[in-house]
């Protein structure tokens, strides 16, 4: 069975921001509820945070903040949720997702039991941001 992630590089599911030879930013588009949803995917197929080298380690931190401070300049929303499970999918990627404290599952996380229905125009305002935030994002991982 093929890698999800290595398939995935630019489908109705997600589409490619911005890119550098070791790793991809994408903007997943197939969370409804959380259109500021962006994975950090290290291009090379390793499972684990430590199969990197030092200076590997610190590229792909310094995208996952890149992608956070994009979110929070231009969205300020309420936290920003990062996660690096790989238990599905063991390819290295991170998830940094926009949380606002009146989306779908606020507080829970957003694989939790939803709290309240999604507040469809707060979510168009979001959607609206994005290319902003997509723009910020490719624009910093080409001076990187």
């Not at 997943?28 to 684990?48: G, K, M, Q, S």
């Not at 380690?57 to 996660?83: F, G, Q, W, Y």
């Not at 989306?103 to 999604?118: A, V």
Request: hydrophobic fraction near 45%; charged fraction near 25%; glycine fraction near 2%.
């Amino acid at each position: 069975m093929g890698c999800e992630l290595c398939s995935r590089l630019e489908t109705p599911a997600c589409m490619a921001v911005a890119a550098t030879p070791r790793l991809r930013v994408v903007r997943v588009l197939d969370a409804p509820d959380f259109p500021a949803f962006y994975r950090v995917i290290w291009n090379a197929h390793v499972a684990e945070f430590s199969d990197l080298n030092d200076v590997d380690r610190a590229h792909a931190m310094d995208t996952v903040v890149t992608v956070e401070r994009a979110l929070r300049e231009r969205l300020s929303p309420t936290k920003i949720n990062l996660a690096a499970l790989g238990n599905m999918v063991p390819h290295l990627h991170w998830h940094v997702i926009a949380r606002f404290e009146r989306d779908s599952h606020f507080p829970q996380p957003i694989w939790g039991t939803r709290q309240r229905d999604s507040d469809a125009d707060a979510l168009a305002r979001i959607g609206l941001a994005l290319p902003m935030v997509d723009e910020r994002i490719a624009a910093a991982l080409a001076t990187s």
